[in-house]
C-alpha cells in the first residue's frame, strides 16, 4: 500500500524506490551485509539501505580524521517531521532513533602527517583464522573476488612479567624456541601431543575409529571440566599455561580468578579453539601463522557481502536513514519502513542496526534480555616502529593480571603495518581491546597496556630531536614512541527477535575472530527464514557468462 | 620478463544505470546482446583473455551490479582498478552531463597515486537507436568533453550491433596495461582464500 506522496516533493534528490519487498535491512554492518547476501541467495528481493555515505556501520574501516566524528556523532535532532506514533491509513507510523553505543572517547598526542592515508578499524583489534567460518563463507557467497589478505607474519606474543614471549604455534616451533626451558619445552610438547592426538581421533568418523584413536581421545568428564583444571594435570609450567589459554584458547577472563562459573572455558571449548589455530597454520601456501587479516581494513569484508548481494538483485542505498517504521493497527507486528526521503516501503522482514532502539509493540516481549549491559573497551595506537623487529604484523596477548593485579580480562593487541594499506609507509598502528562491565576499569587497563609497550610522547618542551640521548637509562628501552591513540568503550549487543518481523543485528563483540558474530548472524537467518538454506555453497555467482544460460 | 604469470587488469565500467554498460561487456565477451533491459543481476565480472603485442593478459571487467543506481558503489569495488571507463548514451543528454560526476567519483574513491595520468576511456552507446535521430549528443560535443580531461580517448559504440566494441576494448586494454607500474608488483604476498589467481593483479590504485 504506497500512499504518502505527501512528503515525497519535498525530498531533493532522493529516487523512488519500489514501494515493496521481502525484506528491508537498514545499515551495512557485517551481520547485515552478511544477511543481505543470504536474503538475496534465497531469491528474496532487498532493499539495503544504510544513513551513512559508506558501507560497514560499526564493523567499518574510517579515515582516521573521520573517526572523531563516528564516535561521538552530533545529537541528530529527530529531522524527521512525522509525529511520534501517528496513524497513517492502515498502519501506525512510530519514530526510530538512535542510541549512543561509544563513550568515555579519549585521545592524546598529535594527528599525524598523512592523516588522509591512515584507515580505522571500528572492530579492533580483529583477525580471521585461516580456516575460520568468515573465510568459508566469503567462498560459498563469492565475496572471497572482493577481499585480499595478508598473515600475521609476526605471529602471537605473551607479555610476561613484563616481556614479550613468541607463542609456539607448532610443536616443532616448541622446540626451536630459545625463551623456554628444557623441562617446559618437554612438557608442552607432550601437553600438545595429547590435544593433536584428541582432534586427529576426533576428526576420524566413528567406525573408522579403532582402539588406538578411542585410547587416544579425551574423557567426555574431562571435556566438561574446566580446561584450566585439565592444564593443571599436565603440569604446565605458568608461563606456558598463559601461552595455552589465553594466546591459543583466548580465553578472556582470569581462569584462576575467584569467581569461577561462567567466566570458565571449558576443556572442550579450549581445544576447539587451538584445532582451529592449528588447521589454520598452513591452510594457505602463503600464510604465515594462523590468522591473516584484510588488506584496505575489516570495513572491506561487508562490503564484499553487499556486492555478493547486489550481484543477486538487492538494491542498494546509501545516505539513506529509516526515520520511522510502520506497525499494523494492533501493533503487535513491523510492516515496513519510513524512509528518511518520506517514501513507505513495506516489507515482511525488518533487519536494523544495531544502534537503533527498536520501538517497543504491544506483544509480551519473548526476548529473554536480561541483558546487564556488556562492553568492551578499546584503543587504537599510531607509532613508527615495529613491536617486534623485523615483522610487519603481529599480535600481542596480555594475560589477566599481567599488568596489574586487579586486571581481570586478557587484553590483546594487533599491530599493522604498511603493508596492509591502512597507513604510510613506515607506520604502525595497533588495536586493543578488553572485555569490561565498568567503563573506566576497561579503559584503565587499556592505558595500562599501551604504557607497557610504548614511550610517550615526548613533552613539546623537549626538542624533537634530542630524545636519543635522553632515554639511556635502561637498556631495554626500545620502545616505540606512541605518536597517537585513541581510547573508548564499546557497548555490546546481540543479535535479537521482535515479535517474528523486526531484528536486531549484533554489535562487534569482544573477540578476535568473527566466530560468535557469525554463529548469531546464522541464527538471526534461521528465524527470518527458517526454512532456507544459509549461504548456499553454490551460491557463489558465475564469472564469465552471461545471465542468459540461468533458468530465471 | 617471458617467466612472468599472465596478468590480470582490473577494469570497471561507470555510468548511469541503462547507459548499455553490462550490454557492452557481454557483446564483447560473449558476443551476445539481449534486447530485455534488465537492471544488471547475476554478473559479478567477466573475464577474457587478451593478446597485445605478444603478450597475453587477461582482463577482468566488473559490473556495477545496480549499485550505481543510488550513488550506492563501495570504495572496495574501486580498488586497484588499472583503466576506468566512462559510459553515456548519446540519446540522453543527463547521461552525458554525468560523466563528469563519475569521473569525479572515481578519482576520489579510487585514489590513484597519479590521478593526473589515471587511464579513463569514454563510450558513447546506442548510436544504433532510430538510426541515430534521436541523438541527442554531438560527438563534437564529447569529444571536446574528453580533450578538456586530458585527452580520453573516445568511441561511439553500439552494444546492440557490436559496432566499434572489440575496438574500444582493445584501447581500454592497452590503456590499462599503461597503467601497469615498472615493478608491477605492488601487493606481492596476498593472500587469496579463494585460490583463484587474484593476487597477480597489479594494484594500480592504493589508498
Redesign the interface.
Known amino acids: 500500500m504506497a500512499e504518502e506522496p505527501a512528503a515525497a516533493g519535498a525530498a531533493h534528490e532522493y ?1 523512488t524506490i519500489d514501494p515493496s519487498f521481502d525484506v528491508v535491512l537498514c545499515g551495512t554492518g557485517l551481520p547485515e551485509s552478511v544477511l543481505a547476501a543470504a536474503c538475496a541467495a534465497a531469491g528474496k528481493t532487498v532493499l539495503h539501505v544504510d544513513p551513512n555515505p ?2 560497514g556501520s560499526h564493523y567499518t574501516s574510517i579515515p582516521l580524521l573521520s573517526l572523531a566524528s563516528f564516535l561521538s556523532p552530533d545529537p541528530s535532532p529527530s529531522s524527521s517531521t512525522v509525529a511520534a506514533a501517528a496513524t497513517s491509513g492502515s498502519h501506525t507510523v512510530v519514530d526510530l532513533h538512535r542510541r549512543t553505543v561509544y563513550s568515555e572517547v579519549e585521545t592524546s598526542g598529535a594527528i599525524p602527517e598523512l592523516a588522509r ?1 591512515f ?1 580505522v578499524d571500528l572492530v579492533g583489534p580483529r583477525v580471521l583464522y ?1 580456516a575460520d567460518e568468515a ?1 568459508d563463507l ?2 560459498r557467497s ?1 565475496g ?8 600475521v607474519d609476526g605471529g602471537s606474543l605473551l607479555y610476561w612479567e613484563g616481556c614479550l614471549y613468541p607463542v609456539p604455534g607448532s610443536r616443532g616451533a616448541i622446540f626451536s624456541d630459545t625463551t623456554l626451558k628444557h623441562t617446559e619445552k618437554f612438557v608442552a610438547y607432550k601437553f600438545l601431543k595429547v590435544v593433536q592426538e584428541h582432534i586427529a581421533a576426533t576428526s576420524a568418523s566413528a567406525d573408522e575409529r579403532g582402539e588406538e584413536e578411542d585410547a587416544a581421545m579425551i574423557s567426555e568428564e574431562d571435556l566438561y571440566r574446566p580446561f584450566v583444571e585439565f592444564l593443571n594435570q599436565h603440569s604446565l609450567s605458568a608461563k606456558m599455561r598463559a601461552v595455552v589459554l589465553y594466546a591459543i584458547a583466548m580465553a578472556d577472563y582470569d581462569q584462576d580468578g575467584p569467581e569461577p562459573s561462567d567466566k570458565l572455558i571449558t576443556t572442550r571449548e579450549g581445544i576447539k579453539t587451538i584445532a582451529l589455530y592449528l588447521s589454520s597454520i598452513g591452510r ?1 601456501a ?2 604465515e601463522g594462523a590468522f ?1 587479516y584484510p ?2 581494513g575489516h570495513g ?1 569484508l561487508p ?2 557481502f ?3 548481494a ?4 538487492a ?6 536513514p529509516v526515520a520511522a517504521l510502520l506497525m499494523d493497527e494492533e501493533k503487535k507486528h513491523f510492516v515496513g519502513a519510513r524512509l528518511a526521503s518520506g517514501q513507505d516501503i513495506s516489507c515482511k522482514r525488518l533487519i536494523i542496526d544495531p544502534s537503533y532502539k527498536i520501538p517497543t509493540l504491544d506483544v509480551p516481549s519473548d526476548d529473554s534480555n536480561s541483558n546487564f549491559p556488556r562492553s568492551v573497551a578499546r584503543g587504537i595506537c599510531i607509532f613508527s616502529k615495529s613491536l617486534k623487529q623485523g615483522t610487519s604484523n603481529v599480535l600481542v596477548v596480555f594475560p589477566p593480571k599481567s599488568l596489574e593485579e586487579k586486571q581481570v580480562a586478557a587484553v590483546r593487541l594487533l599491530q599493522l603495518s604498511s603493508n596492509l ?1 591502512v597507513c604510510p609507509s613506515g607506520m604502525f598502528m595497533a588495536y586493543l581491546s578488553t572485555p569490561c562491565t565498568d567503563a573506566s576499569a576497561g579503559k584503565h587497563c587499556i592505558k595500562k597496556a599501551i604504557d607497557a609497550l610504548f614511550s610517550p610522547q615526548p613533552q613539546d618542551s623537549d626538542g624533537f630531536e634530542g630524545h636519543l640521548e635522553s632515554t639511556s637509562e635502561s637498556t631495554d628501552d626500545m620502545k616505540p614512541t606512541l605518536i597517537w591513540s585513541c581510547v573508548y568503550v564499546q557497548e555490546i549487543t546481540q543479535g535479537t527477535s521482535t515479535s517474528g518481523s523486526s531484528w536486531s543485528c549484533p554489535m562487534p563483540d569482544e573477540n578476535l575472530d568473527y566466530r560468535n558474530i557469525l554463529e548469531s548472524t546464522k541464527k538471526l537467518f534461521a528465524d527470518i527464514y527458517p526454512d532456507e538454506e544459509f549461504l548456499p555453497r553454490n551460491s557463489a ?8 544460460d ?1 533458468a530465471e | 620478463m617471458a617467466t612472468r604469470r599472465r596478468m590480470l587488469l582490473k577494469v570497471i565500467i561507470l555510468g548511469d544505470s541503462g547507459v548499455g554498460k553490462t550490454s557492452l561487456m ?1 557483446q564483447y ?2 558476443k ?1 546482446f ?1 534486447n530485455q533491459y534488465k537492471a544488471t ?8 583473455e587478451v593478446q597485445i603485442d605478444d603478450r597475453l593478459f587477461t582482463l577482468q571487467i566488473w559490473d556495477t ?3 550505481e ?4 558503489l ?4 574501486y ?1 586497484g582498478a588499472d583503466c576506468c571507463v566512462l559510459v553515456y548514451d548519446v540519446n540522453v543528454t543527463k547521461s552525458f552531463e554525468k560523466l563528469n560526476n563519475w569521473r569525479e567519483e572515481f578519482l576520489l574513491q579510487a585514489s590513484p597515486s597519479d590521478p593526473e595520468n589515471f587511464p579513463f576511456v569514454v563510450l558513447g552507446n546506442k548510436i544504433d537507436v532510430d538510426g541515430g535521430n534521436s541523438r541527442t549528443v554531438s560527438e563534437k560535443k564529447a569529444k571536446a568533453w574528453c580533450a578538456s580531461k586530458g585527452n580520453i580517448p573516445y568511441f561511439e559504440t553500439s552494444a546492440k550491433e557490436g559496432f566499434n566494441v572489440e575496438a574500444a576494448f582493445e584501447c581500454i586494454a592497452r590503456n590499462a596495461i599503461k597503467n601497469e607500474p615498472e615493478e608491477d608488483m605492488y ?1 606481492p ?6 585460490g ?1 589467481g ?2 597477480q593483479r597489479s594494484s594500480g590504485c ?2
Not at chain 2, 543506481?69 to 550506492?72: A, I, K, M, N
Not at chain 2, 604476498?189 to 579463494?194: F, H, L, Q, R, W
Open positions: 529516487p559508506f558501507y592515508r584507515t585461516c573465510v566469503l567462498l563469492g572471497s573476488h572482493h577481499v585480499e589478505f595478508k598473515s594457505f602463503n600464510a591473516i588488506m584496505y572491506e562490503q564484499a553487499c556486492r555478493c547486489a550481484v543477486k538483485g538494491l542498494y542505498v546509501l545516505r539513506m594499506a555467482p558465475v564469472h564469465g557468462d552471461d545471465d542468459s540461468s | 557481454n565477451v560473449n551476445r539481449s543481476i547475476g554478473a559479478d565480472f567477466l573475464t577474457k551490479a545496480g549499485q543506481r543510488f550513488q550506492s563501495g570504495v572496495a569495488f580498488r601487493l604476498d596476498t593472500i587469496d582464500v579463494g583463484a587474484r593476487q592504493e589508498c
